[in-house]
Structures are given as structure tokens and as C-alpha cells.
């Protein structure tokens, strides 16, 4: 196996924007998961470098809320190259929580209790931003379904 970027997975990151905290998905092409992660804040932009270059970065997708504005511009400037998307996040921590619980069912006699009223034991920012990364492969299936001959050359 060479280290080449052709050796190198395609992978979409999802980040859910926060001003503590961001949610940090890493999603590869066929929709599996390579990672999942909370990241502070400040430490989002060298996270995000780690996974470019580690990967082939097919495209960077930003939930609109929060701090939005300033992770798009730090993706502009680094990564120009690399597409941004900017995804409604709306309901995402709801959708997040089902999720979460999916991935981690209650046990023992916790899985009487109703989910909605359980607290997770982490943060569910990762979730939101694998939902985000969803939302956007969702769209872009859509809309090359809805136009087959757009973006082929």
C-alpha cells in the first residue's frame, strides 16, 4: 500500500458550530463512520487540518446556527479548495438524542424510562454533526436525482 493520496479514503466532515464546543463528524463515502468527536472551540481548526490531511476531503459541511459564520471563514481560507456547505441544522440535537440512544441503549432497568427522559452521558454535538453530514449527502442525492446530467463532464 502506497501513501499517496490515492491510497487515502474519501471522507465528508460534518461540523455542528458552538461557542465552547463544536460536534465533529467524519463520515467516508459509503456512509460509515471514521470518527465522532466534541472538540472546544478554539481547537476546531486544527482538528479540521488533522482530518484533511489525514483524508480525501470531499466536502465540509457547517451547521447554520451558532458560530457558523466563522467556521465557513476559516474553511474559505485554509482549505479554498475543499466545498463548503452550510446546512440547516434545525432540530438536529432532538434528532441527535434518538440517535445517540440508538447507538447506546439504556440498560438494566433504564430501558423503562422513557428516552426523553434520560440524560446522555456525553455531549450530543458529534450526533448533531453527523446528522448535518446526512442532511447534506441527502440534498445531494436529491439533487443530482432531480437533475442526473448536473455535475458530470
Keep these: 500500500m502506497t501513501d499517496g493520496p490515492s491510497s487515502r479514503r474519501t471522507v465528508i466532515i460534518g461540523v455542528d458550530p458552538g461557542r465552547s464546543k463544536c460536534g465533529l ?6 456512509g460509515s463512520r471514521k470518527s465522532l468527536a466534541v472538540v472546544p472551540t478554539p481547537e476546531i481548526a486544527d482538528r479540521l487540518d488533522a482530518e484533511v490531511r489525514a483524508s480525501d476531503v470531499r466536502a465540509i459541511c457547517i451547521g447554520h ?9 476559516v474553511c474559505a481560507s485554509r482549505w479554498p479548495n475543499i466545498p463548503r456547505r452550510v446546512v440547516d441544522e434545525t432540530n438536529t440535537t432532538l434528532e441527535a438524542r434518538r440517535l445517540y440512544y440508538f447507538d447506546h441503549p439504556p440498560r438494566g432497568l433504564w430501558r423503562f424510562v422513557p428516552r426523553g ?7 450530543l454535538d458529534a450526533y448533531a454533526a453527523l446528522l448535518i453530514v446526512s442532511r447534506f449527502q441527502a440534498e445531494k442525492d436529491l439533487r443530482d436525482t432531480d437533475h442526473p446530467r448536473a455535475g458530470k463532464g
Aim: a negative charge; aromatic letters at 4%.
Design 25 to 30: 463528524a467524519v463520515v467516508y463515502d459509503d
Design 65 to 73: 446556527a451558532t458560530g457558523s459564520d466563522s467556521i465557513v471563514a
Design 117 to 123: 427522559l434520560l440524560v446522555p452521558d456525553e455531549p
